[in-house]
């Protein structure tokens, strides 16, 4: 069977394809694909003083027929997925503010019912 992406590094350069698009939140073989891709791209550049150089990024595609942003896809890696966990950390605190909200409501008309 063949390989859905293949990932190669080496002498400062990264290079990648794949059969379908990385998605922001892939999964699947995609997941391990970015996974690999984003640990190629972090060691790019570093030297023994732990500076990073400039890194450059080309995306080629024959499809044509949708936009792709490939600087967020493939160099903002990390962010989204920080990003997508501080959403959902947010959603989450709302639930439960909103349930709480319900819960004080629903104790206000069961009180009113009681002493009516």
């Not at 859905?4 to 073989?29: C, F, I, K, M, R």
Request: net charge neutral; with cysteine.
């Amino acid at each position: 069977m063949e390989p859905n992406y293949h990932v190669q590094a080496g002498s400062g350069l990264v290079e990648t394809w794949s059969t379908q698009q990385l998605s922001y939140d892939p999964h699947d073989w995609r997941r391990t694909w970015r996974d690999e891709l984003k640990v190629e791209l972090l060691s790019l550049g570093r030297d023994g003083t732990g500076n990073r150089s400039f890194l450059a990024a080309r995306f080629e595609s024959p499809v044509r027929d949708y936009a792709c942003d490939a600087e967020n896809v493939l160099v903002c890696l990390g962010e989204n997925e920080q990003r997508l966990a501080t959403k959902l950390r947010r959603i989450k605190r709302a639930r439960l503010w909103l349930y709480a909200g319900f819960l004080y409501v629903a104790a206000l008309l069961l009180y009113q019912v009681v002493t009516g």
